[in-house]
């Protein structure tokens, strides 16, 4: 079936986070926290009328077509073999990284990450009192590549006793390739530092940019966290996937998350979750043109109208990574300026760490016409700014 990515779909008073949070503004086009405006795709939906019909939302289990879902689709998806050993389930990638920091770092051990990067990496390493220490990405102006020395100098440090990896990374879009994970397994594997690879994001890539596992890498040394959250805009159903073919690695993590009263996963999640991963393709294949063709125009756009604003070209995501160092102000301040002269959200690039500061990011994941207004008003604000 063709489903309509265009349907401007009215999110207000039904307490979405992305849509109600602004209370003081009622016209606001929000492009900022990272889900998506489109419906589910239709075998979702069936599956959760269906459980709703049934009308008992008792506790849940992980059935064993949770299972065979989630390694079929690794495999379809993915060409990668997982086992149902590797598999644990998570409320979501955030709480289990936070039950991993607490499982394999004790207070005073450090955490590496690669700045800029997601947000939430830095609060769930600060509230769970570990050190952040920063590997800062190199900006080659077109895009992003890992600067290795620094990242080995980092890694040596006994502190470190884990990396977090954002792949595909959020919010510069970047896909890493086999040879980079290569070094980076080796240089942590040399320096006794787990690997978590936070690949939410992965099949959200774009064509002819190759998506590789880290796991496929080193599934032995290493944590991966999964979710169909980002893919099929089901974030609230609360479902995550922590692969690892490390038992000790996955017996540790499960107690911590026992400690922290996670038992049972969301009753509708389960059932999202099955059916996305088995027939959810069709959906996924055509949201990708569709997020691909909004890329493509916001580039365009940029590039026309307001050529002081640099572009990362994303290979993946539907996020959009912005260079506003040319107008002369901060990230924050321009984000205060669209927010309260447009009603545009944004996110600020300084959230992202100190290398963030003078870009923002900007979520595309919105039907075309939403994508319009949103770049309208952009451009009316940054034309004030001299």
């Given amino acids: 079936m063709k489903y309509d990515f265009d349907e401007v779909i009215n999110r207000k008073n039904t307490n979405s986070f992305k849509w109600d949070s602004a209370k003081d503004k009622k016209d606001i086009v929000p492009m900022w926290v990272a889900d998506m405006d489109f419906k589910a795709a239709d075998p979702i939906l069936r599956a959760l009328e269906s459980k709703l019909q049934h009308g008992v939302f008792g506790y849940a289990h992980l059935p064993d077509a949770y299972y065979e879902a989630e390694i079929n689709w690794w495999r379809k998806r993915h060409d990668f073999q997982i086992a149902k050993e590797w598999i644990a389930f998570s409320p979501g990638v955030i709480p289990a990284l936070a039950a991993i920091i607490q499982a394999f770092t004790s207070q005073g051990d450090k955490v590496l990450i690669q700045a800029p990067v997601y947000n939430s990496f830095y609060t769930t390493i600060a509230n769970n009192r570990r050190e952040i220490v920063e590997n800062e990405l190199i900006n080659t102006g077109d895009s992003y590549e890992i600067d290795f020395e620094d990242f080995e100098t980092k890694a040596s440090d006994?502190?470190?006793?884990?990396?977090?990896?954002?792949?595909?990374?959020?919010?510069?879009?970047?896909?890493?390739?086999?040879?980079?994970?290569?070094?980076?397994?080796?240089?942590?594997?040399?320096?006794?530092?787990?690997?978590?690879?936070?690949?939410?994001?992965?099949?959200?890539?774009?064509?002819?940019?190759?998506?590789?596992?880290?796991?496929?890498?080193?599934?032995?040394?290493?944590?991966?966290?999964?979710?169909?959250?980002?893919?099929?805009?089901?974030?609230?159903?609360?479902?995550?996937?922590?692969?690892?073919?490390?038992?000790?690695?996955?017996?540790?993590?499960?107690?911590?998350?026992?400690?922290?009263?996670?038992?049972?996963?969301?009753?509708?999640?389960?059932?999202?979750?099955?059916?996305?991963?088995?027939?959810?393709?069709?959906?996924?294949?055509?949201?990708?043109?569709?997020?691909?063709?909004?890329?493509?125009?916001?580039?365009?756009?940029?590039?026309?109208?307001?050529?002081?604003?640099?572009?990362?070209?994303?290979?993946?995501?539907?996020?959009?990574?912005?260079?506003?160092?040319?107008?002369?102000?901060?990230?924050?301040?321009?984000?205060?300026?669209?927010?309260?002269?447009?009603?545009?959200?944004?996110?600020?690039?300084?959230?992202?760490?100190?290398?963030?500061?003078?870009?923002?990011?900007?979520?595309?994941?919105?039907?075309?016409?939403?994508?319009?207004?949103?770049?309208?008003?952009?451009?009316?604000?940054?034309?004030?700014?001299?």
């Fill in 158 to 386: 006994n502190a470190v006793k884990l990396f977090i990896l954002c792949n595909p990374h959020n919010p510069v879009g970047r896909v890493w390739r086999k040879d980079e994970l290569e070094r980076l397994s080796a240089i942590c594997q040399k320096h006794g530092v787990l690997v978590v690879a936070d690949e939410i994001h992965r099949d959200l890539v774009f064509e002819g940019q190759p998506y590789v596992p880290f796991a496929s890498i080193d599934a032995i040394n290493s944590i991966t966290c999964t979710s169909p959250s980002k893919t099929f805009n089901i974030a609230g159903l609360k479902m995550a996937n922590i692969i690892t073919a490390n038992k000790e690695y996955k017996d540790k993590f499960k107690k911590d998350l026992l400690m922290r009263g996670v038992h049972e996963p969301n009753t509708f999640g389960v059932e999202a979750l099955i059916a996305a991963y088995n027939k959810g393709e069709e959906w996924l294949d055509q949201l990708l043109v569709y997020l691909k063709a909004n890329r493509d125009y916001f580039l365009s756009y940029i590039q026309e109208k307001l050529p002081r604003l640099k572009v990362i070209t994303p290979h993946s995501t539907y996020l959009m990574w912005v260079d506003c160092r040319n107008l002369g102000i901060g990230s924050e301040e321009l984000s205060h300026r669209l927010f309260e002269e447009a009603g545009l959200r944004i996110n600020e690039g300084s959230t992202y760490g100190k290398a963030g500061d003078g870009f923002i990011r900007i979520n595309i994941g919105c039907s075309r016409a939403i994508l319009t207004e949103g770049l309208n008003r952009l451009e009316n604000v940054v034309k004030t700014i001299d």
